[in-house]
C-alpha cells in the first residue's frame, strides 16, 4: 500500500539553527512529492514539489529537499530557521497518470523555534 | 488570481444534521478534491470530482456526498452529521496533473 511516513511529530529548534523534517515513502513505482506548511487555523501551503526532475528541489521560505530513490526518502531542510517558520508540515505524495492521483498525506511534524 | 475559496469559514451543527460546504476552484482549474483534517492529523482524501462527475473516493462512507458544477465550483454534503465528523475540512483544485491548491478550509464542529 502506497503511504508516507513522517518520523517525528514534534520537532523543537533554536532559531539560526538547522531545520531536518523526515519523510519516508512506500512504493514500488516512481512517486510525486510535495511539502506542504500549515498555520494555525489555515489551510495548505506549497513549500515544494518533486515531479521526476532535479533530485534536489528549492522551494518557498528558503526550503529545500532532495529525493533518494535508495532510501525512499524526501526531507525537508532549511540552514536556518526563523520564528516565523513555526508551523505543521506535512509531506505527502500521488502517482500521477495512475489510478490513484489523489494526495496521500504523512501525519504531519509540528516544528517549534525557539528564541 | 484568487486561489480556493471556501464557504463558510466555520460552521456549528448538531448531530444528526445535515451540512453543505462550498468550494471555488483557482482560476482555470478544472478538478476539485475534497479533504477532512481531524485535529492533530494529517489531510484524508474524501473524493474528487471531474467534469462534474465523482472519479475517485476514499474511505469514506455515502453519508458523504459531492457535486460538481459546470463552472467547476464544488459542493460536499454531509448527512446524518456524528460528533466524529467535526473536523477541517479541504478543498483543493487542480488542472490536469499541475501542482493542487488548497484553500483554507471549513471547521466543522459537530455538538
Known amino acids: 500500500a502506497q503511504s508516507v511516513t513522517q518520523l517525528g511529530s514534534h520537532v523543537s529548534v533554536s532559531e539560526g539553527a538547522l531545520v531536518l523534517l523526515r519523510c519516508n515513502y512506500s512504493s514500488s513505482v516512481p512517486p510525486y512529492l510535495f511539502w506542504y506548511v500549515q498555520y494555525p487555523n489555515q489551510g495548505l501551503q506549497l513549500l515544494l514539489k518533486y515531479t521526476s526532475a532535479a533530485t534536489l528541489v528549492k522551494g518557498i521560505n528558503g526550503f529545500e529537499a532532495e529525493f533518494k530513490k535508495s532510501e525512499t526518502s524526501f526531507h525537508l531542510t532549511k540552514p536556518s530557521a526563523h520564528m516565523s517558520d513555526a508551523a505543521e508540515y506535512f509531506c505527502a505524495v500521488n502517482y500521477p497518470g495512475g489510478a490513484t492521483n489523489k494526495l496521500i498525506f504523512g501525519t504531519g511534524t509540528l516544528l517549534a523555534v525557539q528564541p | 488570481d484568487a486561489g480556493v475559496t471556501q464557504s463558510p469559514t466555520h460552521l456549528i451543527k448538531t448531530r444528526g444534521q445535515q451540512v453543505t460546504l462550498r468550494c471555488s476552484p483557482k482560476s482555470g482549474h478544472d478538478t476539485v478534491s475534497w479533504y477532512q483534517q481531524a485535529l492533530g492529523q494529517g489531510p484524508q482524501f474524501i473524493f474528487q470530482?471531474?467534469?462534474?462527475?465523482?472519479?475517485q473516493r476514499g474511505n469514506f462512507p455515502d453519508r458523504f456526498s459531492g457535486h460538481q458544477f459546470p463552472n467547476y465550483s464544488s459542493e460536499l454534503n454531509v448527512n446524518a452529521l456524528l460528533l466524529g465528523d467535526s473536523a477541517l475540512y479541504l478543498c483543493?483544485?487542480?488542472?490536469?496533473?499541475?501542482?493542487?491548491?488548497f484553500g483554507s478550509g471549513t471547521r466543522l464542529t459537530v455538538v
Open positions: 470530482y471531474y467534469e462534474e462527475e465523482e472519479r
Open positions: 483543493a483544485s487542480t488542472l490536469q496533473e499541475a501542482g493542487y491548491t
